[in-house]
Structure formats: structure tokens, C-alpha cells
């Protein structure tokens, strides 16, 4: 068989990502010098990193990017980077006590991958017992949580910034949206534009970081010492999730639960429509239509939920912290963060469900957000109606219209393809779930392998019992923990370029 | 609202059926008054169709059925005859003790409307308990397996004979198999294809219960007497699944369910193939892209779960009735037809798990099947295919190919719609009836909830547990029954010809 894909430049550019990986590892080795903590972990990571990073950059040194060597590329640098940024993990566990999650002679990489795998897709489903959250130093938490800001930068630059041609129905959507070209228009240059995202990125974490450490001086947020400010802040825009208290957004005070909402809704909003935000240009958001349903979606949802929870006697409660809530884990589960302001899985089922449904919805495309997205969902229900109009008019000719622009039927297939694929894997996932659980002799419930499979899947996090949101994923069997690794993988990179890895003609045609 | 539907002819049509129930009527009368038992509820039903439906009939003289009128006599129909064919079971209920799932003042009607529905729509889910099936007279019985005969027929006459470009993703999809086109040519006139077909299915239906009395008189089915033979005879080929028998096929010798096998396989074949075969033309069959796909599922499907049965100690047995127990109940599943040959209910949770995603399955376009279908789901993995190859070669054109023909891009758009709305209906009902049956202080588990609302929708009949093949639907809240009821019809008709009454532009543009 003749390879016709370029894989040697593939290789290079994640080799590349790869070496600079040594950067954002030096913040942990810094912190652990300054804690007094062991710095090997950190220090085995950044050889790694250089040593495989320039190894593999070096297979090519003029490098071109077609299609099919972008999707490649992205597919192994995810999954590069998070063997790469598990190395700390999985290096603590070697010193740890067996009572560590990460510890043990199976479970260690497992676990540690699964770890780094949920950290560079910002899916946030944690394998790290109260054991972890006790003991691990600062640096180990700290790079839990930079992992998730990365995922959520590469994210961006890939929807938007370099590669915007790249993930099938993300980006082609992006096209169809206005904002984006004309954005392009503004700055002709790739660069420039990755600059712009790059910039608003690092700007809202660094004010999400602000607020949090703000409310702590203010005296409103005892808890919210300048490593948990920069720490959660480093996982709200991201829409990532992890946080180094084991209670989540539960562990602080109401102020800082609600100061948090705002940040998870805007990391889910296209980045296109933030930078025209902070021209001053509000006209556009309000003319999106997937913003208008993003915003709608949240808000009758997060209603929804809260009049479920305050009708429920069992957590009925006053009126502030029913809406609080209800608000923010419907925000959290819709714009797939993760967070959890309290443990929703106490909830009556009918809540739960509204959550469970609440995941596969997703914020808006051009954003750090994962899942469905709201844009693939509103084509969808246009594309319904469209359908149901010409079932009763089969002469009628009625193109689907997004804004003032006519999506292209190749684009409504493509999303077609991606609602029913997401949707399909997701079961075939917790049937797998399920199976191997029994195979185990452990009986995992129905409802909490759907949640845990959508949950990994559209990289959202936590889920509901073994899976709760003050719970984590060390309790699924092995083999189960090593699946969901791959799911999280294929799900961050949207699905397609890792399937068209395993079709014949992506090699050979 | 000026309203643009002539919804008199649709009306008018719905009339002539209704009147034209009477006839079939008749026959569990004759038994009724042969066996000495009350002919009250089928006098009543009979005048109420006499009366009811001449009325309706006289909306119109001059009738004429465009598109939208056709779905909503099509919409009309099946509610109509479900209702009057429903008549029986509710008077009965009305003389019955109270220990009967007929009886009682609240749940008489919704049951008997269950039963009705279940009946037309050839879904085969029952509220009769074990008192009903001792003490309900062989007329109520028979007449149960009349209305789904009847329900396999109207179904086929609409896919095929008299309405072929109704059913949207169904006939239309017909019309790219090449075979419905020929039969056609061969047949112009539409009664005559209409004949045909009806011809076929009386002649299947007759095979079936000679087979079955003949097994009888062979003294190798010792249960399966004359009623029973032709009982089962009426709800096999029309994949329907009700039975006189609470305990369903698992009554019978294993010779019987062998026999029952090849019967609801052919119910789910396409019966313009079955017409080629009649014929003596064996290749077409061959040469069908969608039978050999359906088969094959069918083999796949029945060792795998056969292999899961047989690997489970709980339920391992000897080599004849593991094959006999897999293959028996995987093709009941993906045919809908809905027997149960022993108490699957008892299997592991990945031998269950298998049934349950075979439901989603069906068999062929233009059977008595329901659910989504194999030619449905043979276009979306072509689509699947072809999205994936375009993903790498953006420029290439590659139409989607049935047989030799190509599929055009708009009905692979339908499908989709279908497909997506299938599933997308199918959770939310589990959704509904979870949080319904919490509202009522009954916690229904969610692997019971997702099969009961699968079984419901896609028509097949029993699920699991509560919803368990010798189990009954009684077990669940008024308000659930009265819902299923409405989603059984919806899914019976493909979803469509409901959907759209729904929208303005169907009364008024
Ligand atoms: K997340
Ligand atoms: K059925």
C-alpha cells in the first residue's frame, strides 16, 4: 500500500507543539521549587517534551498542510499533548502512596492519561480521589489546570485562527456565519487573526482571575485565595472544568457562583462576536440568531430547572439559591464546563434529565465550547421545518437561511452527519459502558452510563452517581476508563478527523 | 385562518374506511354468537362504524386527495379505526369484574384505546393481564389479532399500493429501488398493484396458518389449535406480535418457533421482491442492495446475541435453543413483530442491550415492518460514507449510489430528518415517561423507561421488565398510557404526515 499523505509533515507540526509544550510546563516546575515540592515530575515532562518534540519536527523540514495532513496533525497533537501532559501524573504517582488514585502498578498510566486526556480536551472528568485533592502539591493541581487552558486556546486557534477549513462542521459553519469573514476581511493575515483570539483569550482569563481574586480581598470569597482565583480562571473561559477543591464551585460562596456564570456563558460564545464586543459593536450579538438561541436556550432551560428543583420538596429551598442553582449547572452543563455549584446528582430525576439533555446542546461554534453546538442544533431545527414544509410541497424550493446567508445543502448534510453521528456513538458508548461494567461483576445503573458517556464524550465532565459531579471516574473498570480516553479524544476533535483516519482512501487516494 | 386543506375528502375517505370496518367486524360476532359468548361489544362497534362512518362519508361526494389531504385522511384513518376498533374491548370492560386491566371506571376507556391503537398500529403492546387472557371470550381475542392484520394491510397500501408518494422517506425511497418502478410498468393501474399485494398477503397469511395447524395435526404442536393457528397466522406476517397466549410464542414447541422464524422475516421483506419471487425471479432478491442488507443484519445480530446467551451461565444452555432463543428473538426485533420466544427479560444486560438496539433497526421499506428501517439506515451509512470521503476531498462530487441507482440528495436529506427525528423523539419520551412516572411516586428504571419508549414508538410491542414480553403495559401511569397511545400512532405513520398537521403552512399556504 502506497501512503499518499503527507505524514512527515503531520508529525513535525505536532513536534512542534510538542517542544513549546516545555513552556507552560515551567509554571509547575516553578511552583513546586517555591513550595518546596518535588520538581522531577515536571522536570521529566519537559525533557520529554524537547527531546520527542524535536525528534518528531525533524521528519520534515519544509512542511505543507493539506486537508488531510491538517486533520491528521490535530489528531495526534491532542493526543501528543496529553500523553506528554500526563508525564507529571503519572511521575507523582510513582512517589505516592497506593491510597492515590494515580498510584498502583495498572492503574498508573491509566489514570494518568485519563487525566491528561481530560485536561487537554477540557472535558474535566477527574480520576483524582479526596486523597488527591489533599495531598498532591499546588504544581500538580496547577498543571490540571493550565492542561484545560491550553485545550481551550488550541480549540480556538483551530475553529477560527490557522486551520478554519479544518473541522468539518465546525468551521464550514463558521463560513456561513457572516462575523467571520468579515473579521477576515478586517485582518487578511492568519496570524493576525490568531493573534486577536489569542489576545481576547488571555484577556477575559486574566479578568475572570481579577474578579475571583477581587472578591476575595473584598472579603466576599474567604476561600478564593489567589491559587483558586487564577485556577478557576484558568478553566471558566476554557469551559473546561477542573478545579482543585473536590467540591468544585461548591466549595465558595453564592457571590462567587454567580460571579463565575458570566464567564462560563461568554467562553462559550464565538470568539468572533467577543472581538466585535470590545470594538464597541453590539448590534451584531443581538442580530446573531445563534446567539439570540444560545441566550434562549440557557434561559429557559436554567427556568426549567430551577422551578423543578423549588418544586421538589426534597430541595426546594428559598428563592436566591433555587435560581443560583438552577442557573448555573444548567450554564455549566450547556456551555459543557462542568462545574458544579452544588451536587445536582441529589436532584429529582426530572432535573436530572433536564441536565442530561442540557449536555448535548453545547454553546455557540467559534467558541472553547464542546458537545453538538448551538449552531449545528438551530441548522437542524431549520432543516426540519424545511423538510416538513416540503413534504406537504414537494415542488417548493426554500433554502435554509442563517442570518441574511443561504446555508448550502452540503453544510446541512454535514451537520445532519455530525448530530446523528455524535448521537449514535454516544449510545453505542453506553451499551460499551454498561457491558463491561457487568463483565466486571459491577453493575453500573442505565442513567448513570448515559450520563457518564455523554458526559466524556461531548467533554463535559462530570455526570451523575459514581459519575457526580463531588464524585470521579477512578470507579469505572479499567478497560471502561481507557475507552473514555479515546472518546474524549475523538469527541474534543470533533469526530471526523479521527474517523477519516481508519477509511482507506484518507491513505491512499 | 382561511383554511386551504379540502379536509371533507380527507374526512370523507376516513368515513369509507370506517364504514367498511364493519365487515371485518363481523367475524369475532359469528364467533362470538358460535361460542355462545356476548355479541354486545361487536353489535355496538359495528353500528358506531355504520353511523360514523356513513356521516363522515357524506362530508364529500366529489373527493379528491392532493398531498396534504392524503396525510390527513392517512393521520384520520388510523386514529378512526383505532377508536371504533377499540369499541369492543372498552364494552366488554364495562360487564368485566373489576379485576380486569379493562375494567373500572377511570382506566376502562384508556385501556381499551391502548389495546385499539396497539392493535392498528401493529405494535402488539397489550394492558391485558392474566385474568383477561382466561377470561376474555375467543371473539375479543380474535378480533385483537383482526385489527393488527388489518394494520399490516393499510400499512402495505400505503407504502405500495394506493398512496406510494406519501409516506415521506418511505415511498419515496421505494421509488429509487428500481423494483417498485418495474412493478409498476408491468402493472399500471393502480388498483391492480393494490391487488397484488393484497393478494400477497392473504395467500402469507394463509401459508402461515396451514403451517401452524398443520404442526398441530402433525401432533408436534400440541397448543397450536385451529384459533391459535390462525391467531398467530393474522399477527406474523404483519410483524404485528399480539397473541392469545400471555406467555406469547414461548407457549408453543420449539418446532412452532422455528416455524413462526421465516414468517416474520418475510412480513418485513419487501413485498414487491416477495411478488418477484412468486414469479419464480430469484435474483432480484439477490441483486436487492437493501435485502442483503437486512439478512445479514438479521444473521449478525441473532449470533451475537445467541453467543451472549450462550456465554452467560445464567442462561447458557444446550446448542438448539440458544440458536433457536437468539435467532428467534433478534429477528421478533428488528422485524417488529414482537413475539417473545422465552422471557428475553431474564437475559444478561448485553444480550438485552443487543435486542434493544436492534429495535431502532426494522426491516425493509414497502413490509409490514416499522421502526426506521433497513433502507434508511443503509443510506445514512452511505451518507456516513461519503460525508467522510468529501471531508478529505472537499472538491470531489460523489453521488450516493442504491443498486445502480443514485439517491437523490434531497431524499438523502429526508432520511436524515427521519432518522434524527426518530431518535430525537424516541428520548424524549423516555424523558417523559421517567419524570411521569416520578410525578406518580413510582420510580421507573431507565433502561425500562428507554425500552418500554422504543418498543411503544417504533411499534415492536414488549421491552423489559415492566414492559416485558410476558408482562403488561397496565403497570404503567394513566397519564403514560394516554401518551404512548399518541406516539404509537405517530410512529406507525412515520412520524410526517403527523408532524406537518402540526404546522401553520399545512392548513393555510
Ligand atoms: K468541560
Ligand atoms: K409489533
Not at 428543583?309 to 450554564?331: C, K, M, Q, Y
Request: charged share 15%.
Amino acid at each position: 500500500m502506497e501512503i499518499r499523505v503527507d505524514w512527515r509533515s503531520s508529525c513535525s507540526l505536532t513536534g512542534t507543539v510538542l517542544k513549546w509544550l516545555s513552556v507552560p510546563l515551567a509554571a509547575p516546575l516553578v511552583l513546586a521549587v517555591i513550595d518546596g515540592d518535588d520538581p522531577l515530575p515536571f522536570l521529566v515532562a519537559i525533557a520529554v517534551a524537547v527531546v520527542l518534540g524535536g525528534a518528531l519536527e525533524r521528519l520534515r523540514e519544509e512542511r505543507t498542510l493539506e486537508q488531510r495532513e491538517a486533520f491528521l496533525m490535530v489528531a495526534l497533537t491532542w493526543f501528543g499533548v496529553a500523553a506528554v501532559g500526563s508525564i507529571p501524573f503519572f511521575v507523582t504517582g510513582l512517589a505516592a502512596p497506593s491510597a492515590s488514585a494515580f498510584a498502583g502498578p495498572i492503574d498508573g498510566p491509566v489514570n494518568a492519561f485519563f487525566e491528561g486526556m481530560s485536561g487537554i480536551t477540557t472535558t474535566g472528568a477527574t480520576v483524582m480521589s479526596g486523597w488527591d485533592f489533599e495531598n498532591q502539591s499546588r504544581a500538580v493541581l496547577l498543571w490540571r489546570q493550565l492542561l484545560q487552558w491550553l485545550g481551550g486556546l488550541g480549540i480556538l486557534i483551530v475553529a477560527i485562527g490557522l486551520l478554519s477549513n479544518l473541522l468539518v462542521a465546525g468551521a464550514q459553519l463558521m463560513e456561513t456565519e457572516s462575523q467571520t469573514r468579515n473579521v477576515r476581511k478586517l485582518h487578511p493575515h492568519l496570524d493576525e487573526t490568531a493573534r486577536l483570539i489569542w489576545g481576547l483569550y488571555v484577556g477575559l482569563t486574566a479578568l475572570a482571575a481579577g474578579t475571583f481574586y477581587a472578591l476575595h480581598l473584598l472579603g466576599l470569597a474567604p476561600e478564593m485565595d489567589l491559587f483558586n482565583a487564577v485556577s478557576h480562571a484558568l478553566t471558566s473561559v476554557a469551559t473546561a472544568g477542573f478545579s482543585p477543591e473536590p467540591d468544585s464551585a461548591g466549595a465558595f460562596t453564592p457571590i462567587v457562583q454567580w460571579a463565575i456564570i458570566p464567564f462560563m456563558i461568554v467562553g462559550a460564545t464565538n470568539f468572533v462576536l467577543l472581538y466585535y464586543l470590545t470594538q464597541g459593536d453590539w448590534t451584531r450579538p443581538i442580530e446573531s440568531e445563534e446567539f439570540r438561541f444560545y441566550i434562549g436556550v440557557l434561559a429557559v432551560l436554567g427556568a426549567i430547572v430551577s422551578a423543578m428543583v423549588w418544586l421538589d420538596p426534597e430541595t426546594s429551598s428559598a428563592v436566591e439559591p433555587t435560581i443560583r442553582h438552577g442557573l448555573f449547572n444548567v450554564v455549566s452543563m450547556v456551555t459543557t464546563t462542568g462545574y458544579a455549584s452544588t451536587d445536582f446528582d441529589l436532584w429529582s430525576p426530572g432535573a436530572k434529565h433536564m441536565l442530561f439533555l442540557g449536555m448535548f446542546l453545547g454553546g455557540m461554534a467559534g467558541s472553547t465550547t464542546c458537545s453538538i453546538k448551538s449552531l449545528r442544533w438551530l441548522v437542524t431545527i431549520k432543516a426540519f421545518r424545511r423538510n416538513l414544509f416540503t413534504s406537504i410541497h414537494p415542488e417548493a424550493v426554500r433554502p435554509l437561511r442563517l442570518g441574511d446567508e443561504v446555508v448550502d445543502e452540503e453544510t446541512v448534510q454535514d451537520v445532519y452527519t455530525y448530530v446523528l453521528l455524535a448521537i449514535i456513538i454516544f449510545f453505542l458508548l453506553t451499551v460499551f459502558v454498561v457491558v463491561d461494567s457487568v463483565r466486571v461483576g459491577d453493575g453500573v445503573g442505565e442513567f448513570e452510563a448515559m450520563g457518564a458517556s455523554a458526559s466524556i464524550f461531548l467533554n463535559i465532565g462530570p455526570a451523575f452517581e459514581r459519575a457526580g459531579p463531588f464524585e470521579n471516574y477512578a470507579g469505572f473498570p479499567t478497560t471502561t476508563r481507557i475507552v473514555m480516553i479515546v472518546m474524549m479524544w475523538i469527541g474534543r476533535i470533533e469526530i471526523i478527523p479521527v474517523l477519516v483516519l481508519f477509511t482507506a482512501a484518507f491513505w491512499r487516494s
